[in-house]
């Protein structure tokens, strides 16, 4: 069953410099307004969800609380605020009393995806300075690799995972652990329940995502999406897994098949040749891939998703 909504909607736009985006966020928490933000996920058509002012300032609040924010202290906004994740920033620094700064400036706390960490400690000698200097630094938007969260820390970087959605208000689990008031139930994917959703429909009171997972000595482990498996000829494949194995240049994508079902497809821009490709398939996965694609580029989602949709236009 869908909340009902309140009358008075808040949503940003681009235009706005970072204090008229305060400015209009204050007063839509003030009067109880909805926020409204447009998301598509890594699959299917844009949508617009709807989260409640106390949804939000949910989110923040309980966010602050797990840094050991203070007032007074400072987030960097690394983040567009057309996304939850930047919205987030924003709300927290509302609520500490001060205005978020960008990477050129030092700050206490920021919040960024896996990619922002990857650049960070490849090269991107300005982002690493400012990531060192942060008590916490949120990851989330996407699934981060042990390996990468081994080297952040070697370096400095106090990285604190994060798992959740727009309709969850973003984050919702930190480093496997559900905030104060938040339930997780494991069906065949898994549900969230709490103050931070947003005005969707819900199963007995939970929203029930499109991700698989479990609880394993009281956290959530994420396996993955449920829409990222493909069943090819009997076998289910997961889509991230195969683009895992492969490596960061590659896609994973599948596509109807007479013969097979589902079929599994490869787009890249690096140089492994078909013949390799294929073998890493049937050795890890016993399928082999039914197209191979040389792209220039693999379209990401602003959150740095690969967009499967964007990509199979561009092969079309």
Known sequence: MENSAKSGVFKYEHAWSITQTLEKLVEA??????????????TGAPKEIFLPASAMIFSARNAN???????GDRWSLLLSPEHTAGLNVLIRSIELGTTPVSQN????????????????????AQLLEHLQGCKAVLVGGAHAEESLLKQASAVGINCVTTYGMTETSGGCIYNG?????????????IELKGPMLARVELKDGFFVTSDLGKIENGKLIVLGRADDVINSGGKKVSLS??????????????????????????????????????????VKFGVKALNIFRVAEIPKTALEKIDRQALGKLIS
């Open 241 to 282: 897994k195969v683009e895992k194995a492969l490596g960061e240049s590659f896609a994973a994508f599948g596509s109807e098949n007479s013969e097979w079902g589902s079929a599994l497809n490869i787009a890249t821009t690096g140089q492994m040749s078909d013949a390799e490709i294929q073998l890493v398939l049937s």
């Open 65 to 71: 609380e797990f840094v050991g924010a203070k007032p």
């Open 105 to 124: 400036e030092s700050a206490n706390f920021t919040a960024i995806v896996p990619t922002q960490l990857f650049r960070a400690l490849n090269g991107d």
């Open 29 to 42: 928490l003030r009067k109880g307004w909805d926020i409204s933000i447009s998301t598509s996920g890594s």
């Open 177 to 189: 652990v559900p905030l104060p008031g938040v339930e997780i139930r494991i069906g065949e994917t």
